[in-house]
């Protein structure tokens, strides 16, 4: 009815003027451009997107206390290196729930979701290649040991994390190719490659040094930036 297209129309305006205000002043156009084109069940989407990162950290087993913490973190590493927030949440979540077999703690999970987000940076890698690139991860990191068919996907999306893990990886002296031969022949536990990545984390902080932002870098902190003024409004 004309009545409820009234409201609809009235309810997109006043959320529209809500989300907006938590931008930038630079970026509050650019946001009202882009929610002038969502519809209402788009906005809805991408509401329901920042609930499943929510909901990826509460069955990881961060508690409510803990959460906000954990999400200003992820945020922080997402928008610092143009990273979708969503697939960095679920790379930590995925990879806190084999806590244990990692041998690790909350805090250096933090650190290493980090280390992962710098080296999609240095790669510029794409969204899409950065989302895969992190499915595939974490999966290597909570099998207990590094497969073929994931590590064959971090040398296309994630490259310069490999170069960081063979550095910090005694066997591999640095070098990738050696590494490679190892996960092929199976001598690469989660652990092994999980500690490596921390032990050498320098090799790509050197590196972010030179790391010029891609447009579509760009566009995906505009998206982070997004979902979580539209999850927070919802």
Sequence with gaps: ??????????DMSGAATKITGAFTKAGATAVAAIIAGLSFNELRKTADEYKKIVNTLTVAGVSEAQRGGVLDALTKSAQANAVPLEALASLYG????????????????????????????????????????????????????????????????????????????????GDVAKLTTLVKDGKVSSEAFYRAGLADAQVLQDKLAGAVTTTDQATQRLRNEFTLAVGKFD
């Design 1 to 10: 009815t004309r009545k409820a297209a009234r409201k609809m129309e009235s």
């Design 94 to 173: 995925r990879v806190s729930q084999a806590q244990t077999t990692l041998n690790t703690s909350s805090q250096e999970l933090l650190g290493f979701t980090d280390l992962v987000s710098q080296a999609l940076r240095v790669g510029g890698t794409s969204a899409s290649d950065a989302s895969g690139a992190l499915l595939q991860l974490g999966q290597a990191l909570s099998n207990g040991k590094v497969q073929s068919e994931e590590y064959n996907s971090m040398l296309e999306g994630a490259y310069p994390l490999l170069q960081a893990v063979a550095a910090g990886m005694k066997e591999a002296g």
